[in-house]
C-alpha cells in the first residue's frame, strides 16, 4: 500500500506533495464516467457545441437520453460525466438564471452564470462531509455586450472563457487539434464555427 493512499480518505486533506486525491479522482471520473467527447467552438458571432449520443440500454427510449441542456432560451449547455451529477448541476443553473432574471429584470449573462455555478462547485471542495459533482460544464451563449462566448467549468470550481475547448475522454486528443486551428477561429462564419467542432470531433473518435 503506497504512502499516498492514506491522504485519499476525505477531499479536505492534503498529501505532503500538496495534492488532493479526491479532487483527482473526481476529474477522471467526468472525464471518463460517459464515455462521452464534447466539443465547443467559438466563431466570430456564433458558438456551437457538438458531442455524441450514446443509448447505454437498448430497452431505454432513445430521445430521454441526452448531454446538451437548455439553460435559458440565450444559455446552452454540454455536461460531461456523472449523467445524474450533470442534471444536478444543471437544475441548479436553472434555478441561479431565473433567480438572476428576477432580482435583476434581465437575463442572466453567460460570464455570470458560469462564475455563480464555478462558485458553487468550489464550495464542495472545502468540507468533508461534501462530494465534489463529477460533471464539467461547457457553457455557451451570445452575450449583447461580449458576443459569442464558450466558457468551461469544472468540478474543482475552475471557470475559463476559452475560444475553443473540450471535455471528455478524448479532451487532449480534440485539444490539440483545435490549438492547430485556433488563429482562423476569430473569422468563423455560423457554418465554418459548426463544421470546425463536428470535424474536430469526428478527426478524435
Known amino acids: 500500500m503506497s504512502r499516498d493512499s492514506n491522504y485519499d480518505h476525505h477531499i479536505s486533506i492534503f498529501s505532503p506533495q500538496g495534492r488532493l486525491y479526491q479532487m483527482e479522482y473526481a476529474f477522471k471520473a467526468a472525464n471518463t464516467a460517459s464515455g462521452l467527447t464534447g466539443v465547443a467552438v467559438r466563431g466570430k458571432d456564433s458558438c456551437v457545441v457538438v ?22 432560451p440565450k444559455i446552452g449547455c454540454l455536461a460531461t460525466g456523472l449523467l445524474a451529477d450533470c442534471k444536478a448541476q444543471v437544475q441548479r443553473a436553472r434555478y441561479e438564471a431565473a433567480d438572476y432574471a428576477f432580482k435583476y429584470g434581465y437575463a442572466i449573462p453567460v460570464h455570470v452564470l458560469a462564475r455563480r455555478i464555478a462558485d458553487l462547485a468550489q464550495v464542495n471542495t472545502q468540507s468533508a462531509s461534501m462530494r465534489p459533482l ?8 451570445v452575450d449583447d455586450e461580449k458576443g459569442p462566448q464558450v466558457f468551461k467549468v469544472d468540478c474543482a470550481g475552475h471557470y475559463l472563457p476559452f475560444f475553443a475547448t473540450a471535455s471528455g475522454i478524448k479532451e487532449q486528443e480534440a485539444v ?30
Open 51 to 72: 458531442t455524441q449520443k450514446k443509448i447505454p440500454d437498448r430497452l431505454m427510449d432513445p430521445t430521454s437520453v441526452t448531454h446538451l441542456f437548455n439553460i435559458t
Open 134 to 141: 463529477a460533471s464539467v460544464l461547457l457553457l455557451i451563449g
Open 176 to 205: 490539440n487539434y483545435l490549438e492547430k486551428k485556433v488563429t482562423d477561429m476569430k473569422e468563423y462564419s455560423q457554418d465554418d464555427t459548426i463544421r470546425a467542432a463536428i470535424m474536430c470531433l469526428g478527426s478524435v473518435l
